[in-house]
Structure formats: structure tokens, C-alpha cells
């Protein structure tokens, strides 16, 4: 076997930029001269990034037909059969990067396959997405029987793997659960560009969200909150629900709330936004992990979050943030009033940032690394 293992990297989509994405990149800084096998790749959406520079991505040609990227989720059928028929057996390590079908690439005895799980497929298994299809009768009889299919696939794939990374003590349950396997930790990490972290930012009066204005993301419910609380709210992103959330921000600044909806801002305006604001509110329905709150507690910034999911892993109640009893307007208000009983008793600032620098690029780097190496040398 050679000394200097030959690699090769997997991940499910890169025509999008997220946290998934960021752990993929920085598995491939360990080992730049690894291939990334991917079923799509945009790289203007990596652009403003820097991720991916320089790396060699391997894509099959049929999955840059401009129609296939525009609705990719519509051939979600083939990309099982895709990472499938891949032909790696010219690497002796194979990394998948995975919250889809990655992790169901094929390997030889002579080879290791690490896969980090980012979670089960949330819509094989009734986790909150952001499409609403599976709500209507008349997708449901194709759909159906198609992710019944699909779970099938999907269990018997996550047994090819050697061996499981994942992201949250919440993903691990998962993966318990609906792999009966198990899996080692090792937690992600927010990107920060450290210029835009000021600590002379002036205190501002508001809430602040940012998110993707989708339906799990429940962004809806924090203005209702904020709005029934008289609370000045920001609310920054964009997605495919963003007209219905501006409805009802429209609606409720006209019986006096004071809610301002800012569309896309740019990392410098989100810094600033950052640093300002009285909390962070991401009321998100069974998170992963959430990279989001992270940010702020990177600027200081505690977290109101509801009580469940990944989130469990990096906000302790009263010290860096508040728990909501559940992601419903009343568990919202009563988390918003909770946080305002104690603003002044707590060093948020100090706790935040703390629990912040607990989860950086640079640990799990260390950390995957060490993991990959250890495994390699037990294995050759």
C-alpha cells in the first residue's frame, strides 16, 4: 500500500453555497490534490467564497445540462444510481461529504470509506424541509411510493460506508435510529471573516434574523411574535417564501409593529447587523446542527432557539442563549419575555464568544485529520 494515500472526496450538490459546503471545502484543504466527485457544480455560486479554488471537480456531463441544474430536484431518482456507478477503485481513501446519497458511493476491501453525515435525507425520513409538495395528495401518490423506494436505498447505502462522521448529537440519534449504526462526532464551524468582528459596535433596540426565508425556517412565526410583543425585529435573507413572510410583515407594521424585512445584505451588512442587535432568533423545526447562532455568538450575540435538534450542542440555556419550549408563536414570546427578565444579570458577550471559539475550522480540521489518519493506519 503507498505511504501517501491516494484520496478522493464526494459530495452531493455543490451548486450552492452553505455550511455542508464549507465542511466539504475544508476536508479538501487537508488533501487539496483530491478530486471532488459531486452530481452538480455551479461554480458561480462559490465565487465571492474563495471555496473550491483550484480544485479539481468531476462532475457527470449530463448533470450540467443547464435544465438539469434549474430543477435538479425533480431527478432526484437518478443521483442514487449516479454515486453508485462512480469508479473510485483508483483511491485508497474515499471521503463522502453527505446529507443525501454521497454516502452511497461503492467501495473495494483494500479501501476505507469515511463518510460525514451532515443528517439522513430530511425528506425520506418526515424532517422539515423546504418544500411543500409532500403536502398535497396529488404529488403524494408519485412521491410516495418513489421515497419509499429511496429508503430502501438509502438504509442499505449507509451500511457501505466504514465508517460514520456526523455533525451533532442529534444526527447521531438519527443515524441510530435509521441506520442502527453508529458514529463518531465531530462537530463543524461557522466561517467568520475576522475583520468584520468589531467589539466598539453600538448596542441596537432589535431582534435580528437571518435565514433563508423558507417554511421550516418559520420566520413567519418570529414576526407574529415580535409584532404581538411590540419588539422591534430585522429580518435578512431571501427565499421562495419571502413575498408571503413581507405580507405579513406589511400586515403587522400596519397595527403598529415595527418589523423591517432587508432582503439580501452582504457579509459586511451582516456583520453590522451582528454586532447590534439585542439577540439572534433562528427558530428553526429540528435543526441539524445550526451554524447561524454560532455566528452571532461570534459577535457576542445570545441566541434564542427552540429546544430540540442540534441546537442542543452549542446553546446552554441562561448562559449563551434562551430555549423556546417549541418553534409556536406562545413558546416564542414566552422565550422573548424570558431573555429580557435576565438581559442585564448575564456576561452574554464573554459567554458567547467563549462557547463561539469552541467551534472552529482550524479544530475540525485537527480533529477530521486525525480521525482519517488513524483509521488509514489501522486499516493499511
Request: aromatic share 14%.
Amino acid at each position: 500500500m503507498n505511504n501517501k494515500p491516494r484520496v478522493a472526496i464526494i459530495h452531493d450538490y455543490l451548486n450552492a453555497h452553505g455550511g455542508q459546503e464549507d465542511v466539504t471545502n475544508a476536508i479538501w484543504e487537508l488533501w487539496p490534490d483530491a478530486p471532488i466527485y459531486t452530481a452538480l457544480w455551479d461554480p458561480s455560486a462559490f465565487k465571492e467564497t474563495g471555496a473550491f479554488k483550484g480544485a479539481t471537480i468531476r462532475v457527470p456531463k449530463w448533470a450540467t445540462n443547464r435544465f438539469v441544474n434549474k430543477f435538479y430536484k425533480y431527478f432526484t431518482f437518478l443521483y442514487p444510481l449516479m454515486f453508485q456507478s462512480l469508479n473510485l477503485k483508483d483511491y485508497d481513501i474515499v471521503i463522502s461529504s453527505s446529507a443525501n446519497f454521497a454516502k452511497g458511493v461503492t467501495t473495494g476491501k483494500n479501501q476505507i470509506h469515511i463518510s460525514y453525515i451532515h443528517t439522513p435525507p430530511r425528506f425520506l425520513y418526515g424532517y422539515p424541509t423546504e418544500t411543500s409538495k409532500r403536502d398535497f395528495w396529488y404529488w403524494n401518490i408519485v412521491l410516495k411510493p418513489l421515497d419509499f423506494l429511496l429508503r430502501l436505498w438509502d438504509q442499505e447505502a449507509a451500511r457501505r460506508p466504514n465508517f460514520l462522521v456526523c455533525n451533532s448529537t442529534e444526527v447521531l440519534m438519527r443515524i441510530k435510529k435509521f441506520y442502527g449504526r453508529d458514529a463518531t462526532i465531530i462537530h463543524p464551524f461557522p466561517v467568520i471573516k475576522e475583520h468584520l468582528v468589531k467589539n466598539d459596535s453600538p448596542k441596537g433596540d432589535y431582534y435580528l434574523v437571518i435565514s433563508r426565508i423558507s417554511r421550516y425556517k418559520n420566520v413567519d412565526k418570529v414576526v407574529k411574535a415580535c409584532a404581538f410583543l411590540k419588539r422591534k425585529l430585522i429580518i435578512a435573507g431571501t427565499g421562495k417564501n419571502f413575498a408571503d413572510v413581507k405580507k405579513i410583515v406589511d400586515e403587522e407594521n400596519t397595527k403598529g409593529a415595527n418589523i423591517e424585512t432587508m432582503g439580501f445584505v452582504s457579509e459586511e451588512k451582516k456583520a453590522q447587523l451582528l454586532a447590534s442587535c439585542r439577540a439572534f432568533i433562528y427558530n428553526v423545526s429540528q435543526e441539524d446542527f445550526g451554524i447561524a447562532p454560532l455566528e452571532a455568538m461570534y459577535f457576542g450575540k445570545p441566541c434564542i432557539v427552540p429546544n430540540e435538534g442540534g441546537f442542543k450542542d452549542t446553546v446552554c440555556n441562561e448562559y449563551n442563549g434562551v430555549f423556546s419550549k417549541s418553534v409556536e408563536v406562545v413558546g416564542l414570546i414566552e422565550a422573548i419575555k424570558k431573555f429580557e427578565n435576565l438581559e442585564n444579570k448575564i456576561d452574554w458577550k464573554k459567554n458567547c464568544q467563549k462557547t463561539a471559539s469552541m467551534f472552529t475550522k482550524e479544530k475540525f480540521q485537527r480533529e477530521f485529520k486525525q480521525f482519517v489518519e488513524e483509521k488509514w493506519r489501522n486499516h493499511a
